[in-house]
């Protein structure tokens, strides 16, 4: 069932980015007024995927990833996924444990391919929604077949993608959270971040800015790659967690007279 299909760029229905959460409302309430399967959600030039439940429920990008890997590697075991920094930490649990080789990427969908390339990688992706199937594919991103893939998938089961989606791992977390910054200084508050520590007993990433790993969950900054901006993301265990992780990052961004 075909929903804001015609090509109009002035983007009357709402604005082409498939991660915000406003912009899947018309789809949400289609998929639970037609009582669809799922639905399928595109960016403008269709490189991104995102999908909802029978229920309206959102999967996220590296949710679903967590859903394709174990596909892909259960047919490739011991093959490589790559995976941004942004994503749930669960994946590397869930590519480790289906028999693959979870490889962490900067944020970027050049940065993914290029680490899948350099890891003969069989799935690559990152949470806003580029996912790259190099297993009956050609390693580029491409929202309408990996959407054929999560049909392949639900097609060949008898439970419904929400009942799929419940064998892995869920926590707490926050969507990207931007902080407005002078785009001279951005990479330069993230050096003086890391450079000052101060964010507890976690184990420290700077891959692509900023990623502090703790025993419950993970808080990362980094300087955004297309606009005057730093990106924060946090996911723990709990609500309580979070807010810890939060907090801390609070309290060193505060230092530099910035706040979210």
């Not at 604005?15 to 007024?33: G, H, M, Q, S």
């Not at 960016?43 to 959102?58: E, F, K, P, S, Y």
């Not at 693959?100 to 900067?106: A, F, I």
């Not at 101060?198 to 790659?225: C, E, K, M, P, Q």
Request: net charge negative.
């Amino acid at each position: 069932m075909p929903l804001h299909c015609d090509v109009d760029g002035s983007f009357p229905n709402h604005p082409p980015d498939p991660t915000v959460k406003e912009n899947l409302a018309d789809l949400i309430n289609t998929v639970i007024n037609e009582g669809a399967d799922l639905g399928l959600a595109f960016d403008g030039d269709a490189d991104r995927l995102m999908a909802v439940t029978h229920d309206g429920t959102i999967i996220w990008p590296d949710q679903l990833l967590m859903l394709f890997a174990k596909d892909v590697v259960s047919r490739n075991p011991g093959s490589a996924v790559v995976y941004d920094i942004k994503c749930t930490r669960h994946l590397n649990t869930v590519i480790s444990n289906y028999g693959g080789r979870p490889v962490m990427s900067r944020s970027g969908h050049s940065f993914v391919k290029a680490k899948m390339s350099e890891n003969n990688a069989i799935l690559g992706g990152e949470l806003s929604g580029h996912i790259c199937f190099n297993e009956r594919w050609f390693g580029f991103d491409d929202g309408i077949y990996a959407a054929a893939r999560l049909i392949e998938i639900v097609g060949s089961q008898t439970e419904t993608l929400a009942d799929l989606m419940a064998e892995f791992p869920v926590s707490c977390w926050t969507p990207e959270i931007r902080v407005p910054v002078a785009e001279a200084s951005k990479f330069h508050v993230i050096k003086n971040l890391v450079d000052e520590g101060g964010f507890g007993d976690g184990t420290i990433t700077t891959l692509d800015g900023l990623r502090v790993d703790y025993a419950h969950g993970w808080g990362l900054i980094r300087a955004s790659n297309t606009t005057p901006s730093l990106t924060l993301r946090f996911e723990a265990d709990d609500e309580a967690r979070l807010a810890e992780i939060k907090h801390l990052f609070r309290n060193q961004l505060q230092n530099h007279n910035l706040t979210f």
